[in-house]
């Protein structure tokens, strides 16, 4: 397989889409018991159903701490988990640019079914496209994922009430670093990981501990915390302070977005959740946080106030306040 | 009470205590005073900016210290032809442009280098001039235009990129020379006579470069005192504690406040290259019009890497400047008035939808109000 | 302007630096500071080092601030000492 790449052929539905299918998708992502249909039959179980989709065009599509394969797997679970649910069942569909080696697109693949063991989730179903030379950058994944929320739970982003507690699952800004120090012309050596993974072990744990006080629950990826902070209060119709000192980051993320003048708070994350949680559960679910080995620098950061116009509020190491606002536009590196 | 590593670490330089202190104590000096209103004092660097509006120090002054953004966002200043000259090159067949990337928003008169990007323009984000001769020398079939922007701290990178060019004979990589100043643009702003200064926070790398006895003019030919600046938190309390201090003594005197990076003479060894590479020229700033002698072009020796002289771009057409749809950006970088004062900041030109470059930039006035100012929002 | 902060010399090649603080390195030029050697520290802009940092300075800064904030508690607890202001003598008069 080391010599062969991706041709147009791979995706014409002929001999070669088959040879695709048997040999890169179906060993990793697992073989249906009976014969290869149109669409696949899933038994859900009780509970609240919910789906979610999302698609991948990372670039670079490999970089220090997973692929554009683990993302799209993690980023579906988790946006699933982020409702309180049981993710259960992926789709992904691929399309690929052709000249792509087949070596990278197996180990993506591979990749993905980690991560979905990981998770616990079954690739049900998948699709596979390739356009010419151009027509991509080099590959993009699109998924659609299914889950079941538990009896009971009901988590939702206008879920947080005045005197609740913003906890966070961890350090920010190291998925996005992670992926602008790979970036041509910014290259930097670090050990800048991306903290893509999947969450729904972490939340199940949060939900034994805490239940129906764990309000709300959001993956701050594009736009960082910031901006997911900015949705929730914007939602909930609420304010929410911040306390700037309490939010964990890791030393080399600081380090290379002051370099890049960037500001870790509007990177995204990958691996992390903001839970915004009723006081009196709040020590009880950062235990439980603490307890799990996603979760080990989990903190509260800050409390949600009532609010005429609902913002968030940052109170600086000097004690200062100033506005966390959205993010407008990409964050660009700068020189001043 | 002074660890060894202690000043190796920034968050010693944002300890809340000391900044407390300082506060109080810039309170109380200017509060002394028989005047009653506050004390106008200038910054000219965007990253002074940005590092008041990040740790909210505009705030905690009021009312006794008004701190008002000068020229110093090299991004905001560029003139709308310029911009719309590195559009016209970054359109051209075989042409690169590589730039710093707070500039790839900066909307020229009918367009900004991001929006000629999705358009099929070759436009490449760097992080240094070194990365733009490692892309010439990569690809010899491209002309590899560098858009050299920035103050005295980034002119000296450039010239040295550009010299380096020169001696191995890279001939696939000019310099579009857009660098400026600090001390003409300083001079226009006292000289309009609007902003009605009682101090100025001297660029604190800028004058790593320069050194501080570029700053003595201003004491000596305009009685105001000048306290440079370093970018922590604390080092800009302490600055504007030194600066309100030699204002209310009415002993106008430059002071380093930023003594681990700043020396009086800086650094000879950029000065001998920028004065090797450059030579100084009038340059065009946005909203101050032409200022003689304020620019940095190519010396003629460096024809053959001047892309002004490289290029004939065709003047654009049917565009409009920011200032004809209504952008005051040039009051607000004179410090007439502040951001909240233009009609369209916060409607029409937001973050999002820039007019003006100090809206496009983090670091322009406009979008750090926008951003962190918030009170003062519509 | 402008955007530069203090990183640590690990290594020297001939004209460039590899720098690093908390495991992030990166080559920069010493194009502008040839006097600089491993273990100084420098300032970092776009890719070159524009200035060796004053190691003595930084810790009498700090040493400075240090003074500024204890007799900030000191004015607060309402000792009579002084003001809270820095002391004559530690203004940086040229």
Known sequence: MSDDIILLAHGSGGLLSQELVEQVFLPHLGRPAGALEDATEIALGPGRVVMTTDGYVVRPIAFPGGDIGKLAVCGTVNDLAMRGARPLYLTAAFIIEEGLPLEELDRIVASMAAAAAQAGVRVVAGDTKVVERGGVDRLFITTAGVGVVPEGVCISAAGARPGDVVLVSGAMGDHGLAIMTQREGLRFQSPLRSDCAPLNGLVADMLAAGGGAIHVLRDPTRGGLATALNELAAASEVSIAIDEDAVPVHDAVRVASELLGLDPLYVANEGKLVAIVAPEAAEAVLAAMRAQPLGAEAAAIGDVRAAERSRVVLRTPLGTHRLLDMLAGEQLPRIC | ?378 | MCLAIPLRIAAIDGHLATVEMSGVMRQVSLALTPEARVGDYVLVHAGFAINVVDEAEARETLALFAKIEAAGRRAASGSPANDGAPEPGTDERL
């Open chain 2, 1 to 378: 009470m002074t660890d060894t590593a202690a000043h190796r670490d920034p968050a010693a330089f944002r300890e809340p205590g000391a900044a407390r202190a300082l506060l109080d104590a810039i309170r109380r000096r200017a509060a002394a005073r028989r005047r009653r209103e506050p004390l106008r004092l200038m910054e000219f660097c965007g990253g002074h900016t940005h590092a008041i509006m990040r740790y909210g120090i505009r705030e905690a002054l009021v009312p006794d210290v008004r701190l008002l953004s000068g020229p110093g966002c090299p991004v905001c200043v560029t003139a709308d032809a310029d911009i719309d000259a590195a559009i016209a090159m970054a359109s051209l067949p075989g042409v690169a442009v590589a730039t710093f990337g707070d500039m790839v928003r900066v909307p020229g008169t009918r367009s900004s280098l991001q929006e000629a990007r999705a358009a099929g323009a070759d436009v490449h984000v760097v992080y240094s001039a070194l990365d733009a001769m490692d892309l010439a020398r990569r690809r010899p079939e491209l002309k590899v235009v560098m858009l050299g922007i920035g103050f005295e701290t980034t002119a000296p990178t450039v010239a040295a990129v550009l010299e380096a060019a020169r001696a191995e004979g890279l001939g696939n990589l000019s310099v579009y020379s857009m660098h400026k100043l600090t001390p003409p643009a300083m001079r226009a702003i006292l000289e309009a006579g609007e902003a009605c200064l009682d101090g100025i926070i001297g660029p604190g790398h800028v004058t790593a470069i320069t050194g501080w006895r570029a700053w003595e003019f201003l004491p000596a030919e305009y009685g105001l005192p000048c306290a440079v600046s370093g970018f922590e938190p604390l080092d800009m309390l302490y600055a504007i504690e030194q600066l309100v201090t030699a204002a209310v003594d009415g002993e106008p005197r430059v002071v380093n406040a930023y003594r681990r990076g700043v020396t009086a003479e800086g650094n000879r060894v950029a000065q001998a290259l920028l004065g090797r590479v450059f030579e100084p020229a009038n340059a065009e700033w946005r909203g101050l019009g032409v200022v003689p002698g304020s620019g940095l072009a190519l010396r003629p020796a460096y024809a053959a890497h001047d892309a002004r002289r490289l290029f004939e771009l065709p003047a654009p057409a049917g565009g409009r400047t920011a200032e004809e749809r209504g952008c005051r950006c040039g009051e607000v970088l004179r410090g007439a008035i502040e951001p909240p004062e233009c009609p369209l900041f916060g409607r029409a030109c937001t973050p999002a939808q820039p007019v003006g470059p100090c809206m496009v930039s983090g670091e322009g006035s406009c979008a750090a109000y926008y951003r962190y100012g918030g009170a003062s929002r519509p």
